[in-house]
């Protein structure tokens, strides 16, 4: 199914806007992914779904190429990539650092399909026995780790994700009929969807926020013999292997994700390397894990969204918005409903790794073209294809506005450090989890102690308090330390 | 005293205390062993709320050495102009119709950012009619004509 001709088109155009996205700092891929999403609604879920997915192991691929030309990563998780890559670039090994990093997450792309095949059906297996009780906990575990994870302080991801979980429920009440916080708008009846908030806060807001900064930073031209010499092979091979777990198994945890894989892998690296003293420099290891890893995360992101129907990641949690869009609910019953979507987009994982290898080296040139190109040319085609995009969803001018209030919205987020992720999980999994909660309480008869004297809901609970209580308990103890 | 933090718990705090009151005027909160419509509402309040309170304590603590220093002047008046123009866009993209509200919207901000008037009138021209051709006629979404049409 991703072989056909059709599907091969929608990948290749996923990985190609995905590449662009990802080499153009200031624009983010969960901005692409939100942003184009409206533009797959006349498509078919399966070939919608290939190329969002194209587009975010994309963006992947490209956020190196900037993070080593110009120092600058492209996307958030290639920001351990421009402490050796632009370091080579600048020693005149752009090509080999280019080169190891699309090889490396070649290898990891593919290693993170393999896992998928192999984890789908026994983690599919497992959640098929969980009811609205698990779902539940399992959905407030995803929550309290996003939201606590995501941004500098847990406070206000936490305090994002509330607010996320809030705007979720407006709308009519599913079971009673009642209308909450509509205003007496009738547009509001159908709830604050995803969309708009996301284009808002994501999309607007991005270009609200980098039009403020001149992003004028000299472009390394010269890029010569990217294919890596056997020294940096061998040199790598341990980083490129350690770091394809390392990114899996993050990939996989709520609240774990590309950047996340990526800071580990290369302190990981950094603390087995012979030569430490030399990241910083240009070790090519300080390349390799880190792009390797992130690549291996967004793999196994995909693990957790497809089988059990929870993001681990903001991107994941766009994904998940727009599956619900086309009327498809990830879970354990897509194996079973939708098999020609699942596994039609795992295979498409591994043409479009192997698309990715094949586009980034040759055209290396032309993104470092696209790099030259003024944000502020940029900005306005982006505003325009967001607005479009945002209208076009349901022909509503007042989804347009919603866009605009969320962009401003998310700009003064910005401002005063609060994370825009934790929002969307909210807005999407609040509902869910209200329908979880009220399923779980009317097979219990009311009784609240379903949630923990059912095992598996009560280790996720436990596990989401801790998830809160983690972080705060490191700080009392750096604070008593002092 | 971390003002950002103060005045974000702050302006969350209010708004939560806007919901309750909302909440409690309609009275349809239900049980707790059977929730009603606004049972879960208020439960994300309460988080809210609570959460809120935690970050304007904590930013109304005074922190150790001086704050952070003040940042650059904030290019208010662009991020002004773009907000201006998009809503803009709103108000005219039925009214006008796509091609027109986007080709006005479209020069009108890169007449702000780009001095190059010709690229300002050749890509205000192009990218309305290009967008429109893929959204319209490629991806079978229909967008509003307008004036320009029946």
Sequence with gaps: MALSPGNFLHCLIGVFIGTIVGVLPGLGVMNAVAILIPMTFGMNPTSAMIMLAGIYYGAMYGGSTTAILIKTPGEAPAIMTTLDGYQMALQGRAGPALGIAAFGSFIAGTFATIMLMILAKPLVKVALSFGPTEYFSMLILALCTLGGLMGESVIKGLLMAA???????????????????????????????????????????????????????????KVKGLLPTAKDWIASKGAIARGTVIGFLIGCLPGGGATLASVVSYLVEKRVSKHPDQFGKGAIEGVAGPETANNAASGGAMVPLLTLGIPSTGVSAVLLGALMLYGVRPGPLLFEKNPDLVWGLIASFYVGNFMLLIINLPLI???????????????????????????????????????????????????????AAPIIMGVILGPLIETHFRRALIISNGNYSTFFTHPVSAVFLCAAIMAILYPLIRWAIKRNKR | MNKKDFYTGLVFLLFTGAIFVLILRSRTTGEFSGPGPFFFPGVAALLLGGLSLTLLIKGARPQEGGGAAGEGKRMLGRIIWIVVWSAVYGATIEKLGYLLSTGLVTFALLAYFNRGWIFNVVFSLVTPVSIYILFDTLLKAPLPKGILGP
Excluded: C, H
Aim: proline share 5%; net charge negative; glycine share 10%.
């Design chain 1, 163 to 221: 607010f996320g979980i809030f705007l979720g429920t407006v709308g009519i009440d599913p079971v009673t009929g009642t209308e909450r916080f509509t205003f007496g708008i009738p547009e509001l009846m159908d709830g604050i969807g995803f969309l708009p908030v996301a284009i808002g806060l994501f999309a607007i807001a991005e270009v609200l926020i980098t039009v403020e900064m001149e992003m004028m930073r000299p472009v390394v031209e």
């Design chain 1, 365 to 419: 040139g032309i993104w470092v073209q696209l790099l030259k190109v003024p944000f502020k040319k940029l900005l306005t085609f982006i505003l325009v294809i967001a607005i479009t995009g945002t209208y076009a969803t349901n022909n509503s001018v007042t989804e347009v506005y919603m866009a605009v209030i969320f962009g401003v919205i998310g700009y003064f987020m910005k401002q005063v450090d609060l994370p």
